[in-house]
């Protein structure tokens, strides 16, 4: 009787179902941690004013960047249009037209933009918009006698 070993016929294998679970939570990982760093992506270098700071907490923000673009609360607004920041504005607002608007334009943004952005809020029926600004740098006084 011949008896055959069979373990010269095994090959071995790698088995992939663990190292695709351990891709798939690390995907997951890195998705979740960078939607939390979306706001800081966004570099707004503000107009300079003097005047009081206002309570912003609970006002709907709206970011223009020196692009253009915009930017409701956390969503962005893919096209530039005006028909477009309408509907993102609508669908993050809701029928809350009481709620305070606060505009951050960066200063190097083009004029239109800015005038865009209050148009549609003015279209969709928003009366309290606030437009954010820096506080002016502090100058030397001058001696007296000297112009300004």
């Known amino acids: 009787m011949r008896i055959q070993d069979h373990r010269a016929f095994d090959e071995p294998e790698i088995n992939l179902v663990p190292l695709i679970d351990v891709i798939l939570v690390l995907i997951i990982f890195f998705v979740v941690t960078t939607t939390f760093d979306a706001r800081s992506v966004l570099k707004l270098q503000l107009p300079q004013a003097t005047g009081e700071a206002n309570d912003a907490s609970q006002s709907l923000s709206v970011l223009v ?14 096209r530039d249009d005006l ?66």
């Open 65 to 78: 960047n020196a692009d253009g673009r915009y930017f409701v609360d956390d969503r962005e607004v893919l």
């Open 83 to 148: 028909e477009s920041l309408k509907s993102t504005l609508a669908e993050v607002a809701g029928d809350d037209r009481d709620r305070p608007v606060l505009l951050r334009a960066d200063a190097r943004t083009p004029h239109q933009a800015v005038v865009t952005a209050y148009d549609a809020l003015g279209q969709l029926g928003f009366k309290r918009v606030m437009i954010a600004t820096a506080p002016q740098a502090a100058t030397p006084p001058s001696a007296p006698g000297t112009p300004p």
